[in-house]
RNA sequence: GCGCUUGUAGCUCAGCUGGAUAGAGCAUCGGCCUUCUAAGCCGAGGGUCACAGGUUCGACUCCUGUCAAGCGCACCA
């Protein structure tokens, strides 16, 4: 509709060059834009305002011409100058029944598009270490970023998800030497934990099972652990040096193999663990790419070599320098310490190469908004490799803050004190969790009251939603029990019976649904569609309330049926394109 | 100090590429169940869109500055 009208103005625009009203040379860029208000018709443009001042003319003296030079088109019922300039458009009503049919027969498919044509996206997000369990915090990510996902793919993307696992470096190690002194525990060793290990629940947990199966291969006397390793901070010391020594201890005392198999298995644990934490959550990957891999299958050193070749390091103190601040970060970065160890940046670096190498029209990293000062080095990195960073979008998710009441929750994942995603969904529910947590802009600071949040009654709008799902269902039902058949033809043949407000306003929301689709996933907004689908239940409800749809009048009642049906069916398209559930009954 | 993000009703937030009278939910107040689920509906009150300039026929929206909040400025990941 939104073409035609296009297309009709446009032959305005030249039937009044060709009267020499307008300059030949004029192109305006036609806009047209939904009305807001049911006053000002269906659509509006601002066409002769945009024109009024090249064309020397007051807004609304152009306003009738162009109206003027309008060709007549069944569809548009009249034409109207109004405000201070606007043209509004109103559609033929019966040009606007024919989405009900049309959603019918789409079913499922409503909505969808090939606007992407199967251009090929990735989108990377969560990536969180495995060193623990996912925590609320995770949450927002992987709701943002599998609804943002999920979007691409029904306007025709082609996306793969994927999930970087940060399976090497330093924290990992912390992590292994955690399992490793919990194991040491189970075996008897009585110590002092580091301050810095991982002292959650899991860890030791972990270090049980362990236990079991191998009993003491793993076992040194704590003695020998503890012997000269720096003091721990409580003790005076620096709860760095602590911790490294003991990693190192680790290493020496159980050998290569040993080390590598409690750090295998805590990393496969932790990680089975995340991956069935996401897949319960409606969240689930095509990829899982290891960056321990990268090391091993020398991307790290072929990215480097590329970057040397291309002149963009150097050396200096012993380190090998990435000269980024050439290309817009603010200053350069190491990518190899002077230990001859390569930084997590020369991890990234292969990573974003590798992406590049895979093909991806387009390549989408969804961060939490404390890594912001990273883009500039890694837009950097994708220069200097050749690439056009274009390709690279990187989304920026703000943390939520947690709230208990009035109370801001504290959360470190070393201590153990946290909010498990698992914890959230137990309590709220997955539908609750994701519809909350993409409920917002993702770079709008959220305030999360888990107190709001897990209280199941009302104040949810997720149940809002499901609830007028629900309801049309139950209508339905109702037919059935008493024994009253639904007959869609006869409602097709009646649709022009629709003619109360409620009912006007249905249609055209429903017909609203594509754009919107493809806005929220352009714009990379998830919580349009939300916003979206409260309107429609939100509209819906109200017609509940104002009028019967079981009457005696066989007409109109299949007509309004058509139309419900057609609602219930856009409200589970666009749930479930949330991976949130359209329940029958509440 | 520099950079990124944010600032809209008492609270939590929407506001589509600049458009017509700035909207929802919660909270407050008043109505609606002998009729398809009251987890609902109808109505009322509540605003200097942080502040000050600028661009424009038109600014919550774009630009500049100020103020405030969050985050980031490692040979950590």
């Known amino acids: 509709m939104k073409q035609k009208l296009e297309s009709l103005l446009l032959l305005a625009v030249n039937t009044l060059k060709e009267e020499a009203i307008l300059a030949s040379d004029l192109s305006p860029k036609i806009s047209i834009e939904r009305a807001r208000d049911q006053q000002y018709g269906d659509f509006a443009t601002n066409l002769a305002m945009m024109l009024a001042k090249p064309a020397k003319m007051n807004p609304r003296q152009l306003a009738e011409k162009l109206i003027a030079a309008i060709p007549s088109d069944d569809a548009v019922l009249k034409v109207e100058i109004a405000g201070p300039g606007f043209i509004n458009f109103f559609i033929d009503p019966n040009a606007q029944y024919q989405i009900i049919s049309h959603i019918h027969e789409q079913g499922a498919k409503y909505g969808l598009s090939d606007f992407g044509q199967g251009k090929k996206v990735q989108v990377e997000f969560v990536s969180a270490n495995p060193t623990g369990p996912l925590h609320v915090g995770h949450g927002r990510g992987a709701a943002y970023g599998s609804a943002v996902a999920d979007l691409l793919s029904a306007v025709g993307f082609e996306v793969e998800r994927e ?118 959550f409606g969240v689930d990957y095509q990829q899982w790419f290891s960056e321990r891999q990268l090391m091993d299958d020398g991307s790290i050193d072929e990215a480097l070599k590329r970057l040397r070749d291309a002149g963009h390091i150097y050396e200096k103190e012993g380190a090998l320098w990435f000269a980024s601040s050439e290309l817009g970060d603010e200053k350069d970065r190491v990518v190899v310490r002077d230990n001859g160890q390569s930084t997590y940046f020369a991890s990234d670096i292969a990573y974003h190469m590798n992406k590049l190498d895979r093909g991806f029209d387009q390549i989408i990293n969804i961060w939490g908004a404390d890594h912001h000062g990273y883009v500039p080095r890694v837009r950097a990195a994708m220069q200097a490799l050749g690439a056009d960073d274009k390709k690279l979008t990187v989304l920026l998710v703000q943390f939520a803050v947690l709230y208990r009441g009035e109370e801001r929750v504290q959360m470190s994942t070393r201590s153990g004190s946290f909010v498990t995603l698992r914890q959230l969904r137990q309590e709220t529910g997955a539908d609750a969790a994701r519809f909350f947590y993409v409920m917002r802009k993702s770079e709008q600071h959220m305030d999360f009251d888990l107190k709001l949040a897990t209280s199941k009654t009302n104040e949810n709008p997720v149940f809002y939603v499901q609830y007028a799902h629900a309801r049309i269902c139950s209508v339905l039902r109702q037919l059935d029990e008493k024994s009253l058949q639904r007959d869609s033809a006869l409602g097709h043949e009646n649709l022009a019976m629709l003619t109360e407000s409620q009912e006007v306003a249905l249609l055209s929301r429903l017909a609203r649904y594509p754009e919107i689709l493809e806005r929220a996933a352009t714009h990379y907004e998830p919580h349009q569609l939300i916003n979206y689908l409260r309107e429609l239940a939100a509209e819906f409800h109200s017609y509940y309330n104002a009028h019967q749809f079981i009457i005696e009048d066989a007409k109109l009642c299949n007509a309004r049926l058509n139309l419900i049906c057609a609602v219930k069916q856009v409200l589970s398209n666009g749930l479930k394109l949330l991976k949130i559930s359209t329940p029958e009954t509440m």
């Open 163 to 280: 999930y970087y696992v940060n399976d090497a470096g330093r924290q990992m190690d912390i992590l292994a030497t955690s399992i490793w002194l919990r194991y040491l525990e189970e075996c008897g060793e009585v110590f002092t934990f580091p301050i810095n290990g991982y002292k959650g629940d899991y860890i030791r947990e972990i270090a049980v099972a362990i236990h079991k199966e191998s009993s003491n291969e793993y076992r040194h006397p704590q003695e020998l652990v503890f012997e000269d390793i720096h003091l721990d901070e409580p003790q005076g010391g620096d709860k760095e040096l602590h911790i490294d020594g003991l990693i190192d201890r680790a290493k020496t005392l159980l050998g290569k193999t040993l080390y590598r198999d409690i750090f295998q298995s805590g990393l496969d644990d932790i990680l089975s663990d995340i991956r069935q934490d996401l897949s319960e």
